[in-house]
Every structure is written in structure tokens, then in C-alpha cells.
């Protein structure tokens, strides 16, 4: 079993960029998919980014793509997404996700591993 636990949230203003941070422990970090979900207040959590185990292949919803970056680094058994030309509709909690398949994986359902969170809000 993995422990996920996440960092590099803040306050910034629009047009600002942030990186978070997700440490993993525990389990082979190299053998899971990884990701990152979100929750606005008063919305649906939502797929954000994912990557596969290898690094080489990714997957965006389309509000982000050309502005955050999902990456990993399997040595450090962190993954890190780069979020910048932030809006304020960006503004949630941000959730680092494992999943059992090597592939990219867009379905909430399908991770299995959640960290607690870390905190993002951009004003305007």
C-alpha cells in the first residue's frame, strides 16, 4: 500500500504558477499510475492530470492543458504537478492519486491511493 502526501499549495493571483508536490511511501511508486484530482466548493471532484509509470505518456482534462504539467520522478517517488497561467476557477483542493494501472487512467474511480490534499486558491 502506498501513503501519498502532498505540498506546495498556496494563495497566488491570476497569472501566477505553483508546483505542487506529492511524496509517495510505502509499495513500489514505480509500478502505479499517477495523478492529481480536485474539488472546488460546490463542485464534483474532478480528473485533473494523470501519468503513466514510465513518465512518457500524460493526460489533461482540457481546462488545463498548455498550462499544468504533470511529471514524475520514480528515484524520488514524487510526482509533481506544474501549474501555471493560474485562474481563479483553479481554486480547490488538490488530491495526489495512485492507480494499479501503468497506463494513464482519466476515471476518478479507477485510483486507488489518495492523499489528503493540499490547498490552491487564486484570486483575482
Known amino acids: 500500500q502506498v501513503q501519498l502526501v502532498e505540498s506546495g499549495g498556496g494563495l497566488v493571483q491570476a497569472g501566477d504558477s505553483l508546483r505542487l508536490s506529492c511524496a509517495a511511501s510505502g509499495g513500489t511508486f514505480s509500478l502505479y499510475g499517477m495523478g492529481w484530482l480536485r474539488e472546488a466548493p460546490g463542485k464534483e471532484r474532478e480528473f485533473v492530470a494523470s501519468i503513466d509509470i514510465y513518465g512518457e505518456k500524460t493526460s489533461y482534462v482540457d481546462s488545463v492543458k498548455g498550462r499544468f504539467t504533470i511529471s514524475r520522478d520514480n528515484a524520488k517517488k514524487t510526482t509533481y504537478l506544474e501549474m501555471n497561467d493560474l485562474k481563479p476557477e483553479d481554486t480547490a483542493v488538490y488530491y495526489c492519486?495512485?492507480?494499479?494501472?501503468?497506463?494513464?487512467?482519466?476515471?476518478?474511480?479507477?485510483?486507488?491511493?489518495w492523499g489528503q490534499g493540499t490547498q490552491v486558491t487564486v484570486s483575482s
Open positions: 492519486v495512485a492507480s494499479q494501472r501503468p497506463t494513464t487512467v482519466n476515471f476518478i474511480h479507477d485510483f486507488t491511493y
